[in-house]
């Protein structure tokens, strides 16, 4: 156990040391969280309750060829992990195309992505078959009508049965998360039902408490809860908090000395939340977001037409950088310009 921590402090001086980016209050980024669409056929209550609406033609999501561009300037900025996402990064034609130029073009040591999962049962194989390193999958909860009701879509049996797929397969890092919503999936059958779950299937599952975003006010108002309840059910049933190594994630977990799996809470709206941010975001259309929300950012699409522009564009990226605030401020209930997370790439 001591060696495998003293490992993953050795991995992670490595990447802090190679990496090139920091900010003025000495956090560094060696992870970028890549939207490739803003498209997305589910109607999540708390990001797209309508349904995706195309705003406009043109001009479109980045291509293969600008992505590729992007990914080198990361890279030469020392970034080791990126996170394909959306919107449902799985609906693009040449989402495969998108994974497998990543990894072997530029040699992305830590590759993984975020859906919702809803072709997981038909698509497992070829995903492995990319070389991701990791899925991350959003299910709000296990009883397939809650799923239906905070989703819209009838997709739960798919998903489950493309994770049995994936872990026959020996896929080993699966993740699950689902959002946190008050008298929703706050229950303690709702807890007690992932505990089942991540024992059986050594997952991880993590909560992420509700975010107010530019379009969900009213629904922010009548379902965010503090994820404190969970995190005392957890507490009184022998799970452990467990230090973590931050080039991961913003969740804090707990593992048990009897049960397989973890549990791990997201909790934006905590103090000292920003302090390990340690990530930047890429709109699907070329824009750098250094927060999930505010108003800063940069176009970078001007600067992914072609290979020789590299150096200009990392030049852009450290730039901007110097403008990335301390905090979200996201308790003051101001979210800048993000309507909803599909939009950048929650
Ligand atoms: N469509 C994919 C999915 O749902 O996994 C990827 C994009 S989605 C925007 C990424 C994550 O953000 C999902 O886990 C989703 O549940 C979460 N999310 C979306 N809106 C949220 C909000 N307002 N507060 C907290 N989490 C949110
Ligand atoms: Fe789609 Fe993900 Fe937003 Fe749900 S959370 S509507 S699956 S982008």
């Given at each position: 156990f001591k060696q495998i921590a003293l490992l993953k402090i050795f991995k992670y001086v490595i990447i802090l040391t190679m990496n090139k980016m920091s900010d003025s209050f000495g956090r560094s980024f060696p992870y970028i969280r890549l939207s490739i669409t803003d498209v997305c056929n589910f109607k999540c209550g708390y990001c797209l309750p309508n349904g995706y609406f195309k705003?406009?033609?043109?001009?479109?999501f980045l291509d293969l060829d600008e992505i590729s561009n992007l990914v080198a300037a990361f890279t030469k900025l020392g970034v080791s992990k990126i996170r394909i996402t959306g919107g449902e990064p799985t609906v693009r034609k040449d989402f495969f195309e998108v994974l497998r130029n990543i990894k072997s073009e530029h040699k992305i040591n830590n590759l993984v992505i975020t859906t919702n999962g809803y072709k997981l049962n038909e698509i497992a194989e070829e995903l492995i078959a990319t070389g991701i390193n990791g899925i991350n999958i959003s299910i709000d909860s296990l009883d397939r009508n809650k799923f239906k009701e905070i989703?819209?879509?009838?997709?739960l049996p798919q998903i489950l049965e493309g994770i049995n797929i994936l872990q026959n397969k020996g896929f080993k890092n699966i993740k699950v998360n689902a959002v946190l919503l008050k008298n929703v999936n706050d229950s303690l059958e709702e807890f007690q039902n992932w505990e089942r779950f991540i024992n059986n299937n050594e997952i991880d599952f993590r909560y992420i408490e509700l975010m107010q975003t530019g379009d969900n006010l009213e629904y922010f108002k009548k379902y965010h809860i503090s994820a404190s309840n969970f995190r005392k059910y957890i507490e009184s049933t022998d799970w452990k908090e467990i230090s973590q190594i931050r080039d991961a994630g913003p969740s804090i977990n707990y593992v048990h000395s009897k049960l397989k799996g973890k549990f791990g809470i997201i909790a934006p709206y905590s103090k000292n939340f920003c302090i390990t941010c340690n990530r930047l975001r890429i709109t699907a259309k070329g824009e750098l977001r250094l927060?999930?929300?505010?108003?800063t950012g940069a176009n970078l699409r001007p600067y992914l037409q072609n290979q020789n522009q590299k150096d200009e564009l990392v030049e852009l990226i450290l730039k901007q950088l110097?403008?990335?605030?301390?905090?979200?401020?996201l308790e003051t209930g101001n979210t800048g310009i993000t309507p909803h997370l599909a939009s950048i790439g929650g």
């Open positions: 705003v406009e033609n043109k001009p479109g989703t819209g879509k009838d997709r927060c999930l929300f505010g108003n110097r403008f990335k605030k301390e905090s979200h401020y």
